[in-house]
């Protein structure tokens, strides 16, 4: 819209007959502005995106030490990275702890949206209500799901021992760490994934379904051939913006361990950004951090692509 | 869209971002104000002077020093900033981080003995604290104590607060429900050597169902290792030469094996020191003993809270003394008011400021003239059942042997705590766990 009103309105400019010593500022008012007005976001996208892009790999090529010494080792920290255990622990933790947390939240998100679609009483309190955790302090989401997943005196333990199940040592054992952590970001997540989609079904047209609805279809049959497939395109943006979300997942497995970037006594929950935050900022080995953060861009573009072919696949056809 | 775009991310640079406004808001409280008027002109608004401190409980016992000092002084004001409870993982790499930009570090900040090594390494970081005539307290510490505050081109920047001396406290209350003896001197005598003290841990747990006999393996294997390192050259991980030595310190091998041999016999409630579950075991009896050098009287005091009173108790350890821990206090070069943190720093290293920490809180004075103060030496801790806290560590504080730590003590410790610490909650197998510890100690110190 603002692309064809800004044309029109130069042309008028140009109509009116102006001084010469005008005419610098005329070409620029056409040629500039346009230019100009959009820049802020590309000034700041090149200072805080582009340019710590650039340092980054520049430094990753380099052995930063805290002692001051900077020696170029040019791949150095990438092979070394790539024999290294202890990151290929973290890159296991982040993937799994991705799928744990986003397989349930899309299937819970969409069912949520679907249920927050139809008409009921108090139906925009209750679409809001759902974004609340979202707008939770995380620091006492975590304070909260500490306590619940305590080895001792804890709920879930407490639960889990009035059936018969022995407790878990939440913070040592891998598998159940990662389900409680993914069970926070899923707390966290689900509602606000849940109103996208809100959002994308309301942009379905009204007689798709009720042409459906004529040819005698069944909720169920109009929600997975009608509502499903049309979602499409807000489902690949959500799945894409989960995967970022999920692969650089910090705050919840950090905050579990109170505040520690190890992630357990041998990293049974460290991520990938766990790890480099440890590496640059705890053993200030800032060029293996930095090799390590490519990495895990790499790992992003590689689970973007997966996913992206994935939902497109969805709903069949074309 | 790009909120949305980043949000762990997002997430994550807010909770720095957080934790860095935080300090920077304080520091403009404080510091930037104030810069502009010259210190000594005495119209101006009063000097706040932030002193950050770490560790658990009551850490450096300076609540009531400081509410004391700020009572007497309307012109400079300190702020004590207690940043976290774990020096290793927290306190210290975030302190580098302000040290080496220059910028967030509080006008005195304490320095744990595992940091003196790296502290020491780095003049550039810390104001001479000679230039405010304080070569004159030299007399005031032991050698030693005073020789680590003092960098190798000789520049004084740090003041002793604390030493460790070593005690081993217990639940008195436990102890008469197991049919044990309860009272200091006898329990003392239950224990001669470690071998005792878990048989006698093993009878405990038979009588008592929901409670271990200690905490976890990490605070044993540093008393152990203490003790040890006085009979090995005062040496632990490093030698005098900063060589990593933890595959031939049989110190740390013998530390080591005792750590692994308490996890195998069961006698540990696997907590791992200084996190919020194990402040919450000591409230509920989750253990019956945890090893204590004196500044962790404070820590256990404040983590059981009130409802303990009465019921811990101090007793001496088994296998004799050790040094485990103690701080510095030290004053960074970017402070801009370098005049009264120095001021501020050597009020609390005063003979009298560190005896009441010690009679209020139970941290050992490093201070000479604190350690013969009768006070000090007759002072009883009112939490531990009156336990004689003079007798049990002011006699033997001017025993005390430093232990050597080297430059990156502080992320080898971190490394060999977390396989001991593994080995105890299941992670790393027992027979695997020695390897491991060697190899984790040679990468955290490459």
């Not at chain 1, 140009?14 to 500039?32: E, I, L, N, Q, Y």
Request: with cysteine.
């Amino acid at each position: 819209m603002s692309l064809d009103t800004l044309p029109r309105a130069t042309r008028s400019n140009h109509r009116r007959v102006r001084p010469p010593g005008r005419r610098w500022a005329s070409r620029f008012d056409v040629k500039g502005m346009p230019y100009a007005l959009v820049s802020p976001y590309f000034l700041l996208f090149a200072a805080f995106g582009l340019f710590p892009l650039a340092f980054t790999l520049y430094y990753s090529l380099y052995d930063y030490d805290l002692a001051g010494t900077t020696e170029w080792i040019g791949l150095g920290n990438y092979t070394a990275l790539l024999g290294d255990d202890a990151f290929w622990r973290a890159v296991i933790n982040t993937v799994g702890m991705f799928l744990l947390a986003t397989v349930p939240q899309m299937l819970l998100a969409l069912f949520l949206a679907n249920a927050l679609n139809k008409r009921f009483r108090f139906r925009l309190a209750i679409r809001m209500s759902v974004l609340l955790p979202l707008v939770t302090s995380v620091v006492a989401v975590a304070v909260v799901f500490t306590q619940l997943f305590a080895r001792d005196w804890g709920l879930i333990n407490w639960i889990l021992g009035s059936v018969g199940v022995d407790p878990f040592n939440w913070r040592a054992e891998r598998i159940p760490s990662w389900i409680a952590i993914a069970t926070m970001v899923d707390w966290r997540w689900t509602g606000y994934n849940a109103i996208i989609f809100l959002a994308g079904m309301q942009t379905i047209p009204r007689d798709l379904y009720e042409a459906a609805a004529i040819d005698g279809a069944s909720r169920r049959r109009q929600f997975w051939q009608i509502t499903l497939p049309m979602l499409r395109p807000t489902m690949i943006f959500v799945v894409l913006n989960s995967t970022i979300g999920g692969l650089t997942l910090f705050s919840e497995p950090t905050t579990f361990y109170g505040g520690n970037v190890d992630g357990g006594s041998q990293g049974q929950f460290q991520t990938v950004a766990m790890f480099i935050v440890k590496e640059g900022f705890r053993e200030f080995d800032y060029g293996y951090a930095a090799a390590a953060a490519w990495l895990l861009f790499l790992l992003i573009l590689i689970g973007a692509a997966i996913n992206f072919l994935f939902v497109r696949r969805i709903g069949g056809t074309k | 869209m790009m909120i949305s775009k980043r949000r762990g991310g997002l997430v994550a640079a807010s909770v720095l971002a957080a934790a860095a406004l935080t300090v920077a808001s304080c520091s403009s409280g404080g510091g930037t104000s104030q810069s502009s008027a010259p210190a000594s002109s005495g119209a101006a608004e009063p000097v706040t002077i932030r002193v950050q401190t770490f560790g658990g409980g009551t850490n450096f016992g300076y609540k009531n020093a400081i509410e004391k000092w700020n009572a007497e002084h309307k012109d400079i004001q300190i702020k004590e900033e207690h940043l976290t409870d774990q020096f290793e993982q927290q306190y210290w790499p975030q302190m580098i981080q302000w040290l080496t930009s220059g910028t967030g570090a509080g006008d005195v900040v304490g320095i744990d003995e595992g940091g003196m090594g790296l502290a020491k390494a780095h003049p550039e970081w810390w104001a001479d604290l000679k230039e405010f005539g304080l070569e004159s307290r030299k007399a005031d510490f032991p050698a030693w104590k005073w020789e680590n505050g003092v960098s190798a081109d000789g520049k004084l920047f740090g003041l002793g607060t604390d030493i460790g001396g070593m005690s081993l406290c217990y639940r008195a209350d436990l102890f008469k429900q197991a049919g044990l003896p309860s009272e200091r001197d006898k329990v003392s005598a239950l224990w001669p050597t470690w071998d005792d003290f878990m048989k006698v841990g093993q009878q405990f747990q038979g009588k008592v169902k929901d409670t271990k006999w200690a905490d976890g393996t990490n605070t044993l294997y540093q008393v152990y290792l203490y003790q040890e390192a006085a009979k090995n050259g005062n040496v632990t991980y490093f030698d005098q030469q900063n060589n990593l030595i933890v595959d031939k310190n049989p110190a740390v091998k013998n530390a080591f094996d005792f750590a692994s041999k308490m996890s195998q016999q069961g006698l540990t409630a696997k907590l791992r020191n200084f996190t919020e579950e194990w402040a919450a075991g000591t409230q509920k009896g989750a253990f019956a003993t945890v090893g204590c050098p004196s500044w962790m009287l404070g820590v256990v005091s404040d983590n059981a809270g009130d409802g303990g009173k009465g019921k811990w108790d101090v007793a001496s350890v088994p296998g004799g003394g050790g040094n485990w821990g103690g701080s510095w206090l030290a004053v960074p070069k970017q402070s801009k008011h370098p005049k009264e943190a120095a001021m501020v720093a050597d009020y609390l290293t005063q003979a009298q400021t560190e005896a009441s920490i010690f009679t209020d809180f139970g941290n050992m004075p490093s201070n000479t003239k604190a350690q013969q103060d009768p006070a000090v030496q007759g002072a009883k801790n009112e939490f531990f059942n009156d336990a004689p806290i003079g007798e049990i560590f002011a006699k033997s504080a001017s025993s005390l042997q430093p232990v050597f730590l080297g430059v990156k003590h502080a992320q080898v410790k971190n490394a060999i705590e977390s396989v001991v610490q593994g080995m105890d909650d299941g992670s790393v197998a027992y027979d695997k766990a020695w390897q491991q510890l060697v190899d984790d100690a040679v990468k955290a110190a490459g």
